[in-house]
């Protein structure tokens, strides 16, 4: 009888080059195609990324977007409703290295032809500004109040104590565009720091990652810490993302969850993008999630009626009372994750029509 002696090799693991590159391709060529509007948020959102954290990129990564990049007049001429995908990427991928300055004079078509002027939402236009300033092109002279508008939505925290999405994304994305990305001190207040507090309690309450990394990002954008409890969590859930790859894979996935927690890993100096990808079909799929005790916590204080306060020790062992064990300690971690929390549970309590005279 033989001894077989089996040798095993160490796997050889994707350079952070050739999985930025396998990325790119994958996203350019072949979840969608690029007169889809999809097609335009998926890519100008990695661009975005790759752009304001400084990656590293292969010399011909940016390849599978130079057909794009030669079109970009043409889209933006028959597409001028999507202006802000398409000046977006043009001006990330001059700005990633692609050979070319055309974004230039794409922002001052833009800028001739008023399109920020037909945007109804202050977040639109204050993006927008932000996209031409790129290029030294302001596309609103006229509109000095801008700022001080978005300044004073951030500024009301208690929007932010109520569950709210849209305003919570909004906060978010107001803060990229102050900070150019964390390329300047967004000169946020101690009220608007409060707001992204807020915020944060609650995307870790309802166990949101998405938006839970935004909220990280844009203190840290802001200069601040985010809780270790949020960071190390998201740092978890984003190793446990599952890449699919082949004709089979579906778009229908959290591609945006995957590319929002890997821009914070960057952001904070953590491995970023440590997937191996492929440059093929591809799908982002995030682990099965805890359920977040939010909706546990809304509906017990909501049937408490009168009997509900804003004193949250006071409350404390009536939510504690309705939620699983697994709420019970995401609750905990979400106590402990800020100091803020009881303030941020006077405004979640909503008692504020009591006494009025209906």
């Known amino acids: 009888m033989s001894n077989v002696i089996q040798l095993k090799l160490p796997v050889q693991r994707q350079s952070d080059a050739a999985r930025r590159a396998a990325l790119i391709a994958s996203f350019a060529n072949y979840r969608r195609f690029g007169d889809d509007v999809f097609w335009l948020k998926e890519n100008a959102e990695l661009m975005n990324i790759l752009e304001c954290t400084g990656a590293a990129l292969a010399e011909d990564a940016l390849q599978p977007l130079q057909g794009f990049y030669d079109q970009a007049e043409k889209r933006l001429g028959f597409f001028p409703q999507y202006y ?3 000046l977006s990427l043009c001006l990330d991928l001059e700005d990633l290295g692609l050979p070319g300055n055309k974004a230039e004079a794409l922002c001052s078509w833009a800028a001739r032809e008023g399109l920020a002027e037909a945007e109804l939402s202050d977040l639109q236009r204050l993006e ?3 996209l031409m300033a790129r290029r030294g092109i302001d596309p609103l002279p006229h509109d000095a109040g801008l700022e001080d508008r978005v300044r004073r939505f951030m500024d009301r925290s208690d929007t932010f104590a109520m ?3 849209k305003a919570a994304y909004e906060l978010t994305h107001i803060v990229f ?3 150019e990305y964390g390329r300047r001190d967004p000169g946020l207040s101690a009220a608007a720091i409060t707001s992204l507090e807020y915020a944060g309690i609650l995307a870790y309450l309802d166990q949101n990652a998405d938006l839970l990394a935004e909220i990280c990002i844009s203190l840290r954008y802001a200069g601040e810490t985010p809780s270790q409890i949020w960071e190390g969590w ?38 970023a993008f440590r997937k191996d990808a492929a440059p093929e079909r591809m799908a982002f799929h995030r682990a099965e999630p805890f359920v977040g005790p939010l909706r546990e916590m809304s509906e017990c204080i909501f049937h408490m009626e009168d009997a509900r ?8 062992p009536h939510v504690q009372g309705v939620l ?13 994750s800020s100091d803020k929390f009881a303030d941020f549970f006077a405004g979640f309590a909503r008692t504020g029509l009591r006494g009025v005279a209906l």
Not at 244 to 264: E, I, K, R
Not at 324 to 336: C, R
Request: charged share 25%.
């Open 128 to 130: 927008a500004r932000r």
């Open 84 to 86: 802000r995908f398409l």
């Open 234 to 271: 998201l740092e978890r859930e984003t190793h446990r993302f599952a890449v699919v790859t082949g004709p089979q894979a579906s778009t229908a996935d959290n591609y945006h969850d995957y590319f929002v927690c890997n821009w914070l890993m960057a952001q904070s100096g953590r491995d």
């Open 177 to 179: 565009y102050l900070s």
């Open 324 to 336: 699983s064990e697994t709420g019970h300690d995401i609750l905990a971690e979400a106590e402990q």
């Open 309 to 316: 306060t804003g004193d949250w020790h006071a409350m404390r």
């Open 163 to 165: 569950p709210n999405k």
